[in-house]
C-alpha cells in the first residue's frame, strides 16, 4: 500500500512541473479553462449555420439570446435558424418581431423574404425584398436576386388565350360502381 500511495505521489508531483494535469502531450485536448470568456453565441451560431448544423445553432443563438439580451440581431438569427429547420410559421413571427425592434435590419427583412416566398406568397415577399434593396442599396447580390425572383413569380403570367377543362361526367359500371371518364 505505501508503494502504491507513494508511486501516486510522484505522479501527481510529476504532473504538476510538468505543467499540471491538464496539460496537452499532443494526442489529448487540453483541459477546459474556466476563466476564459466564452465565444459570443451568435459567432458561434454564425459558424454552425455555415456547417448545416442549424439545431446546435439555434441553441447557441438562444444562448446568445440569454447574454446579449433579445434584439434585433439575435431575433433575425433564431428566425433564419427556423427557416432553415423548415418551421416557417415560427420563422415567420420570429422575423416580424425583429422588424418590430429593428424595422431597417436588412438581414431581418431579406430572410422574412426568403419565409414568405417559401410559403408561397411572393407579392408580399417583393414587396420586402424591395424594402431590404432600398435599403442596402443595391450592395447585396443575394438581395437583388431575391427580389428578381420574388418580381418574376408574383408578376402575372402571360394570357394564353382560354384554356379548354376537361369534361368530366360519371357513368356506372356495374352495381353501384361509378367511372369518372373525360370528355375532350
Given at each position: 500500500?505505501?508503494?502504491?500511495?507513494?508511486?501516486?505521489?510522484?505522479?501527481?508531483?510529476?504532473a504538476c512541473q510538468s505543467g499540471g494535469l491538464g496539460a496537452?502531450?499532443?494526442?489529448?485536448?487540453?483541459?477546459?479553462?474556466?476563466?476564459?470568456?466564452?465565444?459570443?453565441?451568435?459567432?458561434?451560431?454564425?459558424?454552425?449555420?455555415?456547417?448545416g448544423e442549424y439545431e446546435l445553432a439555434l441553441k447557441a443563438?438562444?444562448?446568445?439570446?440569454?447574454?446579449?439580451?433579445?434584439?434585433?440581431?439575435?431575433?433575425?438569427?433564431?428566425?433564419?435558424?427556423?427557416?432553415?429547420?423548415?418551421?416557417?410559421?415560427?420563422?415567420?413571427?420570429?422575423?416580424?418581431?425583429?422588424?418590430?425592434?429593428?424595422?431597417?435590419?436588412?438581414?431581418?427583412?431579406?430572410?422574412?423574404?426568403?419565409?414568405?416566398?417559401?410559403q408561397g406568397k411572393p407579392a408580399e415577399a417583393r414587396v420586402?425584398?424591395?424594402?431590404?434593396?432600398?435599403?442596402?442599396?443595391?450592395?447585396?447580390?443575394?438581395?437583388?436576386?431575391?427580389?428578381?425572383?420574388?418580381?418574376?413569380?408574383?408578376?402575372?403570367?402571360?394570357?394564353?388565350?382560354?384554356?379548354?377543362?376537361?369534361?368530366?361526367?360519371?357513368?356506372?359500371?356495374?352495381?353501384?360502381?361509378?367511372?369518372?371518364?373525360?370528355?375532350?
Amino acid at each position: 500500500m505505501r508503494i502504491s500511495g507513494a508511486c501516486l505521489a510522484l505522479a501527481l508531483l510529476a504532473a504538476c512541473q510538468s505543467g499540471g494535469l491538464g496539460a496537452s502531450d499532443g494526442r489529448t485536448p487540453p483541459g477546459v479553462d474556466s476563466r476564459a470568456e466564452g465565444e459570443d453565441g451568435l459567432i458561434v451560431g454564425h459558424r454552425l449555420m455555415e456547417a448545416g448544423e442549424y439545431e446546435l445553432a439555434l441553441k447557441a443563438y438562444m444562448r446568445a439570446a440569454g447574454e446579449v439580451g433579445v434584439n434585433s440581431d439575435v431575433l433575425s438569427a433564431i428566425g433564419s435558424a427556423n427557416l432553415r429547420l423548415g418551421r416557417l410559421g415560427q420563422a415567420e413571427q420570429i422575423l416580424r418581431q425583429a422588424l418590430k425592434e429593428d424595422p431597417t435590419f436588412v438581414p431581418a427583412l431579406n430572410n422574412l423574404g426568403v419565409v414568405l416566398m417559401e410559403q408561397g406568397k411572393p407579392a408580399e415577399a417583393r414587396v420586402i425584398f424591395q424594402q431590404a434593396y432600398a435599403l442596402d442599396s443595391g450592395q447585396s447580390d443575394s438581395i437583388r436576386e431575391n427580389l428578381r425572383l420574388a418580381i418574376a413569380q408574383s408578376a402575372p403570367s402571360v394570357y394564353d388565350g382560354p384554356q379548354e377543362e376537361p369534361n368530366f361526367s360519371l357513368v356506372r359500371r356495374g352495381q353501384g360502381q361509378f367511372v369518372l371518364l373525360s370528355q375532350l
